[in-house]
C-alpha cells in the first residue's frame, strides 16, 4: 500500500498539465501582413473544463521566456480551469501598430493602432475561437510588455465587451501628444486622456506593473523615474474614474526589476495567479 507521500506525488502527477506550443500564420487585411501567433494549449482538454484565454502582445518576447512551464505551473492544482495563451508576435510596423487607436504621438507613431485593434478583434480571436473549438467561457485577458502593454490597455479598454482583464508589463504610459522640448505637460500623455475623457467605466480589472530600475529618466525631477510616476498616475486615474483596490486595480512595483525580458518573465506568474484565480 503506497505511504502518505507516494500518494501525494501520485496526485500532483494526475494534476499536472503539459503545455504544447502551436505556431501558425494568419494574413491580415487590416494590417497588409502576416502576423505570427505561437499558441500555447494544455493538453488533454475535455471541454467540461472553464475554459480561459490570454493574449500577449510581443510574442516573439514570450518566446525568450520558458512561458511553457510558466504555464504549466500556474494550472497545477486548478483541475477545472484551462488557460490558453495566444502570443502574438509583432511586426516590423510595431512603431506603428501599437499605441493608442486614432491618437498618433507626437512622432506619428501608432498611426495604425485602430487597425490593429479591427485584427485583434475581427481577425484574430475568430480565428483563435474557431481552433479552440469550444467555447470560452471564464475570463479573457489582453496583455504586453512596454509599448505592447499600452496597445493592450488601449484594445482592452475599447472592447470591454470581449475583455475581462489587462495586464501590462513595464507600460510605455508615456506617449504623448508632445515632445518635452515642445511645452510639454503630463495633461499631454495620450492614455491617461483617454482614460479621463472615456463616458462610460469598462467593466474590468487592472494589473499594472513597473520594475525600479525600468529606466532612469525623471522628467519632473522629483527622484522618481517617469515608468512609475506615469503608471501610478493611471492607477490615480483608474481610481477617480470609480474602480477599486484591490478589487480592480493591482499595482505591482518589482524592486530591482528592469525594462527587459527576464524581469518580466519574473513577474509573470504573479499576473497569471491575480488575473485567473481560482
Known amino acids: 500500500m503506497p ?44 471541454g467540461n473544463e472553464k475554459i480561459e484565454l490570454l493574449l500577449i502582445n510581443d510574442g516573439q518576447d514570450v518566446a525568450k521566456m520558458d512561458f511553457a512551464k510558466i504555464l504549466e505551473d500556474a494550472h497545477h492544482n486548478k483541475r477545472n480551469h484551462r488557460l490558453i495563451v495566444v502570443a502574438i508576435k509583432a511586426s516590423a510596423d510595431r512603431l506603428m501598430e501599437y499605441g493608442v487607436a486614432g491618437k498618433p504621438d507626437f512622432k506619428g507613431r501608432g498611426a495604425n493602432a485602430g487597425l490593429y485593434n479591427d485584427f485583434i478583434i475581427k481577425e484574430l480571436l475568430p480565428v483563435v475561437k474557431k481552433k479552440i473549438a469550444m467555447p470560452v467561457m471564464g475570463k479573457v485577458a489582453f496583455a504586453g510588455f512596454s509599448l505592447g502593454g499600452l496597445s493592450a490597455f488601449d484594445v482592452a479598454w475599447n472592447n470591454p465587451s470581449v475583455f475581462d482583464v489587462v495586464g ?10 508632445k515632445d518635452l522640448t515642445d511645452g510639454y505637460t503630463d495633461a499631454d500623455r495620450i492614455i491617461h486622456e483617454l482614460i479621463d475623457s472615456t463616458a462610460s467605466k469598462p467593466d474590468m480589472k487592472f494589473w499594472l506593473m513597473t520594475g525600479t530600475e525600468d529606466e532612469k529618466a525623471d522628467r519632473n525631477r522629483n527622484l522618481i523615474i517617469d515608468s512609475i510616476d506615469d503608471t501610478i498616475d493611471v ?15 493591482f499595482y505591482y512595483e518589482k524592486v530591482g526589476g528592469k525594462h527587459d525580458v527576464p524581469t518580466w518573465e519574473s513577474a509573470m506568474p504573479a499576473f497569471l495567479n491575480w488575473a485567473f484565480e481560482v
Open 235 to 249: 492607477v490615480k486615474c483608474l481610481l477617480q474614474k470609480g474602480y477599486k483596490r484591490p478589487d480592480n486595480i
Open 168 to 177: 501590462v508589463f513595464s507600460g510605455a504610459f508615456w506617449w504623448r501628444k
Open 3 to 46: 505511504g502518505l507521500g507516494e500518494i501525494k506525488d501520485m496526485y500532483s502527477t494526475i494534476l499536472s498539465v503539459k503545455v504544447n506550443i502551436n505556431s501558425f500564420k494568419i494574413p491580415s487585411a487590416y494590417l497588409k501582413h502576416e502576423v505570427e501567433i505561437d499558441m500555447y494549449v494544455p493538453e488533454g482538454i475535455l
